[in-house]
């Protein structure tokens, strides 16, 4: 205080302005409204709409390219068996599993247990040849059902999901 004025001096009034002001700034803040969490949650929800089908999208080309690539892997282990029996193909996925290791997880997959999304019907194998195919557990898990037969031809054909 000025000794003549008997008021507070300039200095002192502005650090209890400061004071006060800054106290009463963090005291109104104490967390977020409802129209910025409002906000952030519409920003999420349309990241959201945007990287959701992609992700699906995405998912469904790996499991149609897993499939070609086993169907393609079943029919060159089919192949090579019979080079190495004569001429005779596999009668059974155990007879090639020595070729490829999970031929008789692949061939064994059902609709409950589809393996990478698609269902593989190896009952075509016979001593004469075979035909291999892979059809999607769903048309969510894939869009492409693949064929082979004798001699390594592979024919791709849309998906169309069987009505209930």
Do not use: W
Not at 5 to 18: D, E, I, T, Y
Not at 72 to 93: D, F, I, K, Q
């Amino acid at each position: 205080m000025d000794p003549k004025n008997k008021s507070p001096s300039l200095s002192a009034r502005l650090k209890v302005n400061q004071t006060l002001g800054r106290g009463l700034l963090f005291m109104n803040k104490k967390g977020f409204t409802l129209v910025e969490i409002m906000i952030v949650v519409a920003i999420i929800a349309l990241l959201a709409a945007i990287a959701i089908p992609n992700l699906l999208s995405a998912k469904r080309t790996a499991n149609t390219a897993a499939a070609k690539a086993n169907i393609r892997a079943l029919s060159t282990a089919a192949e090579v068996y019979a080079t190495g029996h004569n001429g005779t193909y596999p009668a059974n996925a155990t007879e090639i599993s020595s070729y490829i290791a999970p031929a008789t997880t692949l061939c064994s997959s059902t609709a409950a247990a589809p393996v990478q999304g698609y269902i593989y019907d190896c009952s075509g194998l016979a001593a004469t040849g075979y035909t291999l195919t892979a059809t999607p557990a769903s048309a969510t898990a894939g869009d492409t059902t693949f064929s082979v037969t004798t001699g390594g031809v592979i024919t791709e054909t849309a998906y169309v999901e069987p009505e209930s």
